[in-house]
């Protein structure tokens, strides 16, 4: 999962550093991460995993780091699953 996250992110992240450099708790906003390319980040991770972030996970801390990103998708789709 964490292969398709940082794929995502090199292609809508906008970042400044290179993600796959990156740690997987590493702030993405501090690597250069904006709010509006955490939207197209958002949208792309719901078309990869088909999923679909309830408002209330659109905040900061979700697509703060590879990690966070990850654990939001597997909630995701435990919920999905269930």
Partial sequence: MTDEIRRILRENGR????VDALPD????YQAGMTSHASVNVM????????VEFPD????RSVFESV???AAAVGELQAS???
């Avoid at 970042?15 to 290179?18: G, Q, R, V, Y």
């Avoid at 708790?25 to 993405?28: G, P, Q, R």
């Avoid at 792309?44 to 088909?50: M, V």
């Fill in 15 to 18: 970042l400044t550093a290179d």
């Fill in 67 to 69: 990690n966070a990103i």
């Fill in 25 to 28: 708790d590493a702030d993405l």
């Fill in 43 to 50: 949208l792309a991770l719901e078309d990869a995993f088909d």
């Fill in 56 to 59: 209330s996970m659109l905040k």
């Fill in 80 to 82: 999905v699953a269930s």
